[in-house]
T-cell receptor
Framework: EAGVVQSPRYKIIEKKQPVAFWCNPISGHNTLYWYLQNLGQGPELLIRYENEEAVDDSQLPKDRFSAERLKGVDSTLKIQPAELGDSAVYLC???FGLGTGETDTQYFGPGTRLTVL | AQSVTQLGSHVSVSEGALVLLRCNYSSSVPPYLFWYVQYPNQGLQLLLKYTSAATLVKGINGFEAEFKKSETSFHLTKPSAHMSDAAEYFCAVSTSGTYKYIFGTGTRLKV
């Protein structure tokens, strides 16, 4: 079974440029998450989707960050314009979703390492 | 509110020695607890999870963790370290009926 797929794996851009990350979750997983991981820190949730609906985007800096999951499968996270402080790893995760009768275990992709110069 | 504390940002052991990575949690309701491992330039891989069944949980790669409610701990252990275990380890807490994971700051294991 394929895991969570993310691309690109690495991205280097200059500040003020736009950037986009793509994620394809595990087949059958209804819930998709985007996390931010700063160096030396644990992941922090940016946004969570249930199918195509963003049900928690409270931690997403909406002035420059946006996300979409149009068909309830893959998702794109965008930053425009990027700032120096956005340099981090952006992780995507997926899970079956609540209501499965068990713990909703999250499975993570390899991440996109963003460097803003 | 939930939180996780991982004691020791860096742990160094010799090959063949016991690995002990500490995790203490805070939760007002029964928690679900997870250990993830992150190898360099890779995402997080689930090692094991506690879901209120057995308190001693066995995971992949010879790791196990014991849930101790009285100590609010979920320490990760492995009897004999291997060089391939060198990575960063994250403890996370969640609760039934929620999706939110709270991660610790991680422990980097050097073997």
């Amino acid at each position: 079974e394929a895991g969570v797929v993310q691309s690109p794996r690495y991205k280097i851009i200059e500040k003020k440029q736009p950037v986009a990350f793509w994620c394809n979750p595990i087949s059958g997983h209804n819930t998709l998450y985007w996390y931010l991981q700063n160096l030396g820190q644990g992941p922090e949730l940016l946004i969570r989707y249930e199918n195509e609906e963003a049900v928690d985007d409270s931690q997403l800096p909406k002035d420059r960050f946006s996300a979409e999951r149009l068909k309830g499968v893959d998702s794109t996270l965008k930053i425009q314009p990027a700032e120096l402080g956005d340099s981090a790893v952006y992780l995507c995760a997926s899970s079956f979703g609540l209501g499965t009768g068990e713990t909703d275990t999250q499975y993570f992709g390899p991440g996109t390492r963003l460097t803003v110069l | 509110a939930q939180s996780v504390t991982q004691l020791g940002s860096h742990v160094s052991v010799s090959e063949g020695a016991l690995v002990l990575l500490r995790c203490n949690y805070s939760s007002s309701v029964p928690p679900y607890l997870f250990w993830y491992v992150q190898y360099p330039n890779q995402g997080l891989q689930l090692l094991l999870k506690y879901t209120s069944a057995a308190t001693l949980v066995k995971g992949i790669n010879g790791f196990e963790a014991e849930f101790k409610k009285s100590e609010t701990s979920f320490h990760l252990t492995k009897p004999s370290a291997h060089m391939s275990d060198a990575a960063e380890y994250f403890c996370a807490v969640s609760t039934s009926g929620t999706y939110k994971y709270i991660f610790g700051t991680g422990t980097r294991l050097k073997v």
